[in-house]
Each structure stands twice: as structure tokens, then as C-alpha cells.
């Protein structure tokens, strides 16, 4: 099982007002999303973190928020549909945009949606 996570409003997230940013990006505050990271932290499957921005901008954003011991991969969305298969997980703020990939068995979820996964704690 692969989990394939966005990285723009997905695994960072872009706030305003009176939320305290961690940092920015090109003056656009942001934060990471703690409780995905966490979740992502006890996932027993292949992770990869992908962007539309391309496979450099996620490699940057993913060393800036994850932990240093989070085994994954990165990819540019662009080119890396064709990796997903039946079963795997898609974590995405554009949701509708992968809708047509549920009915292949793709899981998709939004950035702040729960769901399930091998634990490496054991059980689900």
C-alpha cells in the first residue's frame, strides 16, 4: 500500500489572520499539517510526497516538515499518476480532481479526512 500526499494545502498548509505561521513560502505563511505528519509518522506503507510544482518543490517542502527518520519518497504529480494502483491512499486538498480513480479501488481523502492504514503499532 502507497500513500501519495499533496503538498500545497495538504501536508503544508497556507494560513492568515491570526494564526501564527511556522514560515513562508515566497511571503505566504505557513504551517505543516501536524495531525497528517503524525498520521503519516505510523504508516506501515510506502509514502510518497508529490507536487504540481514538481518533484524538486516537494523534495524541499518534505526535508522543511518531516521528520528526519520518515522514510519516503518524492515525485512530481505530473509524472507520477500511473504509479498509483488499486488500494493505495490519496491525500489531496483537490479531491475531485482524482474521484475517477475510486472506482479503480484508489482511496482518496482530503487533507484533514481520516483514514485508514496498516499501523506499525499493530492493527488498524
Known sequence: MV????VDNTLIIYRTGSIH??????????????KLIEKLERF???IVVWSGRGREYAR????MVLPE?????V???LSGF???KPGDIVVDDQKEYFTSMKEHGVHIFGPFEDWEYP???GGN
Open 44 to 46: 506501515e506503507g510506502d
Open 119 to 121: 499501523s506499525k503499532k
Open 60 to 63: 524541499r517542502i518534505a526535508k
Open 75 to 77: 515525485d512530481s504529480k
Open 3 to 6: 500513500v501519495f500526499i499533496d
Open 21 to 34: 505561521p511556522y514560515w513562508s513560502i515566497a511571503g505566504k505563511p505557513l504551517q505543516p499539517n501536524i
Open 69 to 73: 527518520t520518515l522514510r519516503y519518497q
Open 82 to 84: 500511473h504509479q498509483i
